[in-house]
């Protein structure tokens, strides 16, 4: 199994044909125009008339720390006077895939020999440092380095894994200190005390995989800032389908990243699962509705809990 540093940044797929260069986002939005210094570094990192890549860019600070995601989603927003945020909010992309390489497809190709060819026509500072290993130990060792570092954690990989295009398949899963979900908000409450005059008890659903139903599983007000509880209720207001005194009902289209303690039953919901002291850690404007994580992943996170408390030490418990 490979093991790649998670990067807290943004999908990216890179196509070549000459001289042209085109950047799209996670749901194939061109984004070219918003980063033109991320042109500029495919030019000279990858050596190839024609290719296909996939990567993460990531805003970067002092000693290339990375930023907030809420400062790289300001690049791939803005479209005018973007030279001063290219100084602002400076990007680092590092590639983890390549799809096609000069008139040949390599999305059947197996994932170490994709990684190689990287490694042949890219700039070694496009890679991200990764590591083969199945040693418990070296896994937690490299991890602890990802999280120092201040990345999200690790992807493991299969190294005989192929392309599978819009998801992760099953042969790649992500290795985090803390599990999160993504969901998508379907009403919130108008909050009291600091945060009155804000909607921020948001009402958290992921999707059932068979009916095609959002499911409630809880609610929260934490982990925003003052700023983001003022960017999120001009957003959900604009969202509105019905409201009463105090909650607000809006159309499904706001993606958040929550962490949580525990997944636990609960008939206080009509899908019977609520996650347990729930809080926000990031708004995924990157992301649909489509994308949200599903009652039978919920429902598969919450059997895995016994694994993790009846195996404790082992690396599960980093999934």
């Known amino acids: 199994t490979a093991l790649e540093i998670k990067f807290d940044g943004a999908r990216v797929q890179i196509h070549k044909q000459g001289d042209q260069v085109?950047?799209?986002?996670?749901?194939l939005s061109d984004v070219s125009s918003s980063l033109p210094d991320l042109m500029g570094i495919v030019r000279k990192g990858i050596k190839a008339d024609n290719f296909v890549v996939e990567g993460e860019v990531v805003a970067v600070g002092k000693n290339d720390r990375p930023l907030p995601f809420q400062e790289l989603m300001r690049r791939f927003r803005r479209v005018h006077d973007i030279e001063q945020l290219i100084h602002e909010v400076p990007i680092k992309l590092y590639l983890f895939d390549l799809l096609y390489l000069n008139g040949k497809s390599h999305i059947e190709?197996?994932?170490?020999k994709r990684w190689k060819l990287l490694q042949k026509y890219c700039n070694s500072k496009l890679?991200?440092?990764r590591i083969i290993t199945g040693n418990q130990k070296e896994v937690e060792a490299f991890l602890q380095k990802?999280?120092?570092?201040?990345?999200?954690?690790?992807m493991a990989k299969k190294l005989d894994s192929i392309y599978t295009p819009g998801s992760r398949g099953k042969r790649w899963f992500k290795i985090k200190p803390a599990e999160t979900l993504d969901v998508v908000i379907l009403a919130a409450d108008w909050g009291s005390g600091r945060r009155k005059g804000w909607l921020s008890n948001y009402h958290l659903a992921v999707l059932d995989d068979e009916s095609g139903e959002y499911a409630v599983v809880g609610k929260t007000f934490k982990g925003l800032t003052d700023q983001q509880f003022g960017w999120i209720?001009?957003?959900l207001l604009g969202l509105t389908m019905k409201e009463t005194a105090y909650t607000v009902y809006v159309k499904p289209e706001i993606v958040v990243e929550v962490a949580y303690n525990e997944i636990q039953r609960s008939p206080q919901y009509r899908f019977k699962f609520a996650l347990r002291f729930?809080?926000?850690k990031r708004i995924r404007q990157d992301k649909s509705p489509a994308q949200i994580d599903t009652l039978n992943r919920l429902k598969e996170l919450y059997?895995?809990?016994?694994?993790?408390k009846a195996r404790a030490g082992d690396v599960a418990k980093f999934k």
């Not at 085109?22 to 749901?27: G, P």
């Not at 190709?109 to 170490?112: D, F, I, L, N, S």
């Not at 059997?303 to 993790?308: A, H, L, S, W």
């Open 22 to 27: 085109k950047v799209y986002s996670r749901h």
């Open 109 to 112: 190709t197996p994932y170490e």
């Open 127 to 129: 890679l991200g440092h």
């Open 146 to 154: 990802a999280l120092d570092s201040g990345h999200e954690g690790l």
């Open 233 to 235: 209720t001009e957003k």
């Open 278 to 280: 729930a809080r926000i």
């Open 303 to 308: 059997e895995k809990q016994f694994e993790r």
